[in-house]
C-alpha cells in the first residue's frame, strides 16, 4: 500500500485543522461552486443568456458567491454539531430537518448573490428567487435529506464541510441551471 508524501499530509492535517477550516472550507466551496457552474456550461444545456461559447465572468460570479456560502456552511454545522451532537437516529432526524428547514436561506443567498453581482438590484434578486423557488425546492427535497443522513451519520464534523461542498458540485450543476434559465 502506498503512501503519500509526508508534505500533503502535513498539507491536510493544517487545513483540517481547527485554525484553518474556515479557510479549507471557503476555497473547496468557492472552487466547487465554479466547477459546477463550469460542467453546467459544458453541457450545454441552453440558458436566457444565449451566448456561444463559455463564458468566465458568470463562472467567476458564481464561485464569489463561495466566499459568502463558505463560511455560512462552516458556522451552520458549527451550530448544528454544537447543538445537537449525537448520532442516533434521533439526532440525526433533527440535524437532516434543521438543516432542510435553513436551505432556503443558502439557496436564497446563491440566487439573490448571483443576480447582484450580474448587476441587478436587490429587489430584482429577491423576485428572481421567488420565481425559482418551486424548482429549487423540488432540487433541495431530492438531494439535501438523504446526503445529509449519510453527512451526520458518517462524516465526522471536521469533514462535513468538503463532503456537502463536493456533493454540492452536482448541485451547483442544477442550481446554476435554474439560475441562468
Not at 456561444?52 to 458567491?65: F, I, N, S
Not at 463558505?70 to 430537518?97: C, E, F, Q, S
Not at 428567487?129 to 453527512?151: A, E, G, M, S
Request: hydrophobic share 45%; with cysteine.
Amino acid at each position: 500500500m502506498m503512501s503519500c508524501p509526508k508534505w500533503i499530509e502535513t498539507f491536510l492535517k493544517r487545513a483540517f485543522s481547527q485554525k484553518y477550516l474556515i479557510v479549507t472550507n471557503t476555497v473547496s466551496c468557492s472552487s466547487l461552486l465554479g466547477a459546477g457552474d463550469f460542467l453546467q456550461q459544458k453541457i450545454g444545456w441552453s440558458t436566457k443568456s444565449g451566448t456561444e461559447g463559455y463564458d468566465w465572468k458568470r463562472t467567476a460570479r458564481v464561485a464569489a458567491l463561495g466566499l459568502v456560502l463558505g463560511p455560512m456552511n462552516h458556522h451552520w454545522y458549527r451550530l448544528l454539531d454544537g447543538r445537537i451532537g449525537g448520532r442516533t437516529g434521533k439526532d440525526i432526524a433533527t440535524k437532516v430537518a434543521a438543516d432542510f428547514a435553513v436551505s432556503p436561506i443558502f439557496a436564497c443567498t446563491f440566487i439573490t448573490g448571483v443576480a447582484v453581482l450580474e448587476g441587478k438590484g436587490p429587489s430584482t434578486a429577491l423576485m428572481e428567487y421567488r420565481n425559482k423557488f418551486f424548482k429549487i425546492l423540488t432540487l433541495d427535497v431530492c438531494v439535501w435529506p438523504p446526503t445529509q443522513v449519510f453527512n451526520f451519520w458518517l462524516v465526522p464534523p471536521q469533514g462535513r464541510v468538503i463532503y456537502i461542498s463536493t456533493v454540492q458540485l452536482l448541485y451547483n450543476v442544477f442550481m446554476s441551471y435554474i439560475k441562468h434559465t
